[in-house]
């Protein structure tokens, strides 16, 4: 979605909220302001963050409008999927280089309208370009709150091909680049594991974000297919999700909607030593296969 203005939560059309991150709750603030009033008061030991994770219950601003049934202001999903904003707080918590690039690059019908991009990352500076075409490159500012602690352009035109940004190092050598491809009809489906070993302990869970590219391997991000699961060997489909607040499916069934081009599985092992094989298929993708071998 586009931005609004710096805000309460705004109200949209599909129960969502913007990627942005320009809105918050009447009762809290931007993470922006509360950096700020930090590095203005050095006396403060730290922060605290409402939430880390979304939860179920709470769906501010849409309390009244169903099917809405979980927060929205979480750093990650439901599902444990991390939004845009995790990418924001780590800029700023890590010591690691961040460097993130938003939004997605599918906005067919706005071709030649202004669709800002956004920068979250600890580089000292950064440019984009679209299709080759340089938009400036920019430098944090500490007389402008939105612009203290994330980069932004306002002003880039949206046409469909690529989307880059490229980081700069305090001596102005590139130190890092992040490209956004415009994608095109969903065609495979990805699974990514979060680990690919586990103990035989019954309890230990391994969380496989799914998602979906198209033919050339650019990620979908407004796929919403249904995915089906089957899971054989040492272990069992223990739940799934897609982190959608809004959406009334069940956690523990063997199937679920792409949410903005990713859902979750979790699997459990079963307390036997052996392999994990984890299926995904959907209609007109090519199907996925993992193994997870249990120790």
């Not at 309890?203 to 089957?230: K, R």
Request: with cysteine; glycine share 8%; aromatic share 12%.
């Amino acid at each position: 979605m586009l931005p609004a203005q710096k805000a309460s939560m705004k109200v949209w059309d599909n129960n969502q909220s913007s990627s942005y991150d320009l809105e918050h709750c009447s009762w809290s603030q931007l993470p922006d302001e509360e950096w700020q009033s930090l590095d203005k008061n050095d006396f403060v030991a730290g922060e605290f963050v409402w939430t880390g994770v979304d939860y179920l219950g709470e769906p501010t601003p849409y309390n009244a409008s169903w099917p809405s049934r979980s927060s929205y202001f979480g750093i990650i999903d439901l599902s444990g999927i991390p939004k845009d904003r995790y990418y924001l707080y780590q800029s700023r918590w890590s010591t690691k280089k961040v460097l993130h690039l938003l939004p997605h690059w599918n906005w067919q019908g706005k071709e030649g309208t202004v669709v800002p991009v956004y920068v979250y990352t600890n580089y000292p500076a950064a440019e984009v370009f679209i299709n080759g075409k340089s938009y400036g490159k920019k430098t944090f500012n500490p007389d402008s709150l939105l612009d203290t602690y994330r980069l932004r352009w306002e002003n880039t035109v949206y046409e469909p091909g690529e989307l880059k940004v490229v980081a700069y190092t305090e001596k102005g050598e590139i130190a890092e680049t992040q490209i956004v491809k415009t994608a095109g009809t969903p065609a495979r489906i990805v699974l990514q594991a979060d680990k690919n070993n586990l103990t035989n302990n019954e309890e230990e869970l391994a969380y496989i974000t799914v998602s979906v590219t198209d033919q050339d391997g650019n990620p979908c991000p407004l796929a919403d297919n249904m995915i089906h699961f089957e899971v054989q060997g040492s272990g069992f489909l223990r739940a799934v999700g897609n982190g959608n607040a809004a959406s009334m499916e069940p956690f523990q069934a063997d199937y679920r909607k792409l949410f903005y081009g990713k859902c979750m599985a979790i699997v459990q092992n079963n307390g036997k030593s052996g392999k994990i094989i984890v299926k995904a298929t959907g209609k007109n993708l090519k199907d996925a296969e993992l193994v997870l071998n249990v120790n």
